[in-house]
């Protein structure tokens, strides 16, 4: 079952803006992980932040993490075309350990 | 990280019938998951395949439904038995790394059910 929520569901920019999305969630986690889907393709591994840290960066990513509110953003910094993509955030419930329960995702289309 | 392959990329089959998938990675691995997406869907996690052990299935998956081997470390195959239309869907594997905190996942297998 999907653990929470992604907002915005979908999400049009041009090249070079920022591009925010959110992420909550229900149950307390040991970390929550961003990932990126191309036209229904595999998943690609973004960005892990553990439960006791608040932000973290990963080139033009930043992804900050609030376990009081249970939530998290996803900023792409610079967007450019080939950001084009679905993008997911999954949890890790802490009473199930290696499960990801995933978001219903953000659909991002960056036009040049 | 994993480097995991998955067969077929994707089929058209027949309800009635069913098909195995098979989710190979290029080192040993302890944890293995196996995942749908329905079409325009998120993911849901069927079931977790162990070396050496049962697979757990979580709530609404079935084995008769959805039986799974896990024959090594490296290997795993998902079977969708008795198929309908309704489990067109995407079909990927994952494993965690060795902390098992961070999850790579296969390619996926893109199934279409007739």
């Known amino acids: 079952s999907q653990q929470g929520e992604e907002d915005p569901q979908a999400l049009s920019i041009q090249e070079g803006e920022n591009a925010t999305m959110n992420c909550s969630y229900k149950?307390?986690?040991?970390?929550l992980q961003w990932y990126r889907q191309n036209s229904g393709r595999g998943l690609v591994h973004l960005i892990l932040i553990r439960s006791n840290e608040r932000e973290k960066h990963s080139g033009r990513l930043r992804v900050t993490l609030d376990t009081s509110k249970k939530s998290s953003s996803l900023l792409i910094t610079a967007s450019r075309a080939a950001d084009t993509a679905s993008y997911f955030c999954?949890?890790?419930?802490?009473?199930?350990?290696?499960?990801?329960?995933f978001g219903a995702g953000t659909q991002v289309v960056v036009t040049p | 990280s994993a480097v995991i392959s998955q067969k077929p990329s994707r089929d058209i089959c027949q309800r009635g019938t069913s098909l195995t998938i098979q989710c190979q990675v290029d080192?040993?691995?302890?944890?293995m998951f196996w995942y749908r997406q329905q079409p325009g869907q998120s993911l849901t996690l069927i079931a977790t395949?162990?070396?050496?052990?049962?697979?757990?299935?979580e709530s609404g998956f079935v084995i008769d439904k959805f039986p799974i081997s896990r024959p090594n470390l490296t290997f795993s195959t998902l079977t969708v038995s008795n198929m309908s239309p309704e489990d067109s869907s995407i079909y990927l594997c994952s494993v965690a790394d060795t902390s098992q905190e961070t999850q790579y996942f296969g390619p996926g297998t893109r199934l279409l059910v007739l």
């Open positions: 149950t307390s986690i040991n970390n």
């Open positions: 395949a162990n070396q050496g052990s049962e697979a757990t299935y």
């Open positions: 999954a949890t890790a419930p802490t009473d199930s350990w290696g499960k990801l329960q």
């Open positions: 080192s040993q691995v302890t944890m």
